[in-house]
């Protein structure tokens, strides 16, 4: 465990050079972006599986440390706060071993680009397994002192209803497998449906992620969701925010 906390503390660890670029999350109501995903990349923009396939066991702890710093580094020097947006940076549960002593790295980096905290989202992969007593710890750690918490690819990992039972995150985002084809599948409309009555009246804001094509676009917001991100509404920008294009169909499919 020392040694893992030493990767906490100074980031070090991870040599690999790495980048990040930004994909927004719209706001179909506000016509606004809400938030920008932060999503490895190679150095000069190669995808993400050159850099992932090099995490192991023994370097985990220091990626998720760079990771932090990268995204708010990044996102600071593109004034992403000061534009009114969120940033959302993916976390590892398992490289965290106790959540105050390994936000230390987070906090400084915070201050140091004066990224306001409450602007944060941590979100995390149901597809990582994960002990939930460790994990449930995380989340509400990071809600005590102020951070958003997001719930990623809901629907297809291991944690699903039995967390949101014990832990009601800030948002929960739908898995795109739950999104693809929406707009002839009359199945998938009903259950993203009663997935949106839900966690409604959970008061859980939920993001639509994924969404690929017009139609797919439009059938969302036809069923009222107010939250989406997807090559449809713009792809993923390397060190840059990219600008939302998909503003129009959708005011369109509600008008």
């Not at 994990?135 to 002192?145: C, D, E, G, P």
């Not at 129009?248 to 008008?255: C, G, H, S």
Request: net charge negative; charged share 25%.
């Amino acid at each position: 465990m020392g040694q893992g906390c030493q990767g906490c503390r100074d980031g070090e660890g991870f040599d690999l050079p790495f980048s990040m670029a930004f994909q927004p999350i719209v706001d179909l109501t506000t016509q606004t972006v809400f938030a920008h995903e932060a999503l490895v990349r190679g150095p000069e923009g190669q995808g993400a599986g050159t850099i992932l396939s090099r995490v192991a066991d023994d370097n985990r702890y220091a990626f998720d440390q760079q990771c932090r710093v990268k995204a708010l580094d990044l996102a600071g020097r593109l004034d992403l706060a000061g534009q009114g947006a969120k940033l959302s940076i993916n976390f590892m549960p398992n490289a965290v071993y106790e959540p105050r002593a390994c936000i230390r790295l987070t906090l400084a980096t915070a201050m140091r680009t004066g990224f306001p905290l409450d602007a944060i989202i941590f979100e995390f992969t149901e597809n990582e397994r994960v002990d939930a007593t460790h994990l449930l710890n995380i989340l509400r750690t990071y809600r005590a002192m102020g951070f958003r918490t997001a719930i990623d690819d809901f629907g297809a990992g291991y944690a699903g209803l039995n967390l949101l039972a014990q832990f009601q995150p800030d948002i929960v985002k739908l898995d795109m497998d739950l999104i693809r084809g929406i707009d002839h599948d009359p199945v998938r409309r009903r259950i993203v449906r009663g997935l949106l009555e839900m966690l409604g009246d959970l008061d859980i804001q939920t993001v639509c992620e994924g969404v690929e094509t017009a139609d797919e676009l439009a059938t969302l917001a036809e069923m009222g969701v107010r939250y989406m991100q997807g090559y449809a509404i713009a792809a993923p920008a390397f060190e840059r925010l990219a600008s939302p294009a998909g503003f129009a169909d959708a005011a369109r499919a509600v008008a």
